[in-house]
Nanobody, 119 residues
Framework: QVQLVESGGGLVQAGGSLRLSCAAS????????MGWYRQAPGKQRELVVH??????TWQDSVKGRFTISRDHAKNAVSLQMSGLKPEDTAVYYC??????????????WGQGTQVTVSS
């Protein structure tokens, strides 16, 4: 069974930094893409960043403040967040997906990690 395990959330003051990590277990394959989403209270889950071999897509509000790194060999991804703002407060979810040889898409989610930015 494939699992995505996240770590690194917490409480930080505005302007501070946090690093989120996500590692996959039980996956005998490499993901086609990995990334991060977030969900703030009362809001829908939204894309933060999504990366494939073809490129990386960012939410505009985090461009220049967040960076992503991916270890393809380990099926892992990290999100370095700097210049954090109170509006970045949310539960952050690791995401990964793959398409098999028959074209079926599989999407995986981590359990979520809380990031709280105080003003």
């Amino acid at each position: 069974q494939v699992q995505l395990v996240e770590s690194g959330g917490g409480l930080v003051q505005a302007g501070g930094s946090l690093r989120l990590s996500c590692a996959a277990s039980g996956a005998p394959f490499k993901f086609d893409s990995m990334g991060w989403y977030r969900q703030a209270p009362g809001k829908q889950r939204e894309l933060v960043v999504h990366t494939t071999t073809a490129g990386t897509t960012w939410q505009d509000s985090v461009k220049g403040r967040f960076t992503i790194s991916r270890d393809h060999a380990k099926n892992a991804v990290s999100l370095q967040m700097s210049g954090l703002k109170p509006e970045d407060t949310a539960v952050y979810y690791c995401n990964a997906d793959r398409t098999d040889y028959e074209g079926r898409e599989y999407v995986y989610w981590g359990q979520g990690t809380q990031v709280t930015v105080s003003s």
